[in-house]
Nanobody
Framework: VQLQASGGGLVQAGGSLRLSCAASGRTFYYHMGWFRQAPGKAREFVAAISWSGVSTYADSVKGRFTASRDDAKNMVSLQMNSLKPEDTAVYYC??????????????????WGQGTLVTVSS
C-alpha cells in the first residue's frame, strides 16, 4: 500500500487549503486518517473517515475541517477552512486496514504517506 499526500502550501490566516491523499495497492480501508506534526511537537490526530463515510475530528478542527472520500478514485481529501497559524504543521494521511477501534490513535494505522507541509501565516 502506498499513500501519496498533496495539496499543502502557504496560506494566510482565515484562508483555505484542500489536502488530498491518493492510495494504491489496496481498495478497502477501515479508516483513512489525517494527522499533523507541528515543529517541536508530537504528531496529533486531526480527522478520520470510515469505510462507510463516518467522520471523526479533533476538537481543535471541528467545524473548520471536513474529511471526504472518493472510492472511485481511491482517494481521500481534507478540506481545511478558516485556517489559523496554529494549524501550521506537516500533515500526514494514514490507512487503517485492521481496525482496533481507536481511530484517533496513530497506532491504529498501518500505512502512512510522506506528509505535506501546511504553513499558515498571521
Amino acid at each position: 500500500v502506498q499513500l501519496q499526500a498533496s495539496g499543502g502550501g502557504l496560506v494566510q490566516a482565515g484562508g483555505s487549503l484542500r489536502l488530498s491523499c491518493a492510495a494504491s495497492g489496496r481498495t478497502f480501508y477501515y479508516h483513512m486518517g489525517w494527522f499533523r506534526q507541528a515543529p517541536g511537537k508530537a504528531r496529533e490526530f486531526v480527522a478520520a473517515i470510515s469505510w462507510s463515510g463516518v467522520s471523526t475530528y479533533a476538537d481543535s478542527v471541528k467545524g473548520r475541517f471536513t474529511a471526504s472520500r472518493d472510492d472511485a478514485k481511491n482517494m481521500v481529501s481534507l478540506q481545511m477552512n478558516s485556517l489559523k497559524p496554529e494549524d501550521t504543521a506537516v500533515y500526514y494521511c494514514a490507512a487503517d486496514v485492521r481496525y482496533f477501534g481507536s481511530v484517533q490513535d496513530q497506532n491504529e494505522y498501518d500505512y502512512w504517506g510522506q506528509g505535506t507541509l501546511v504553513t499558515v501565516s498571521s
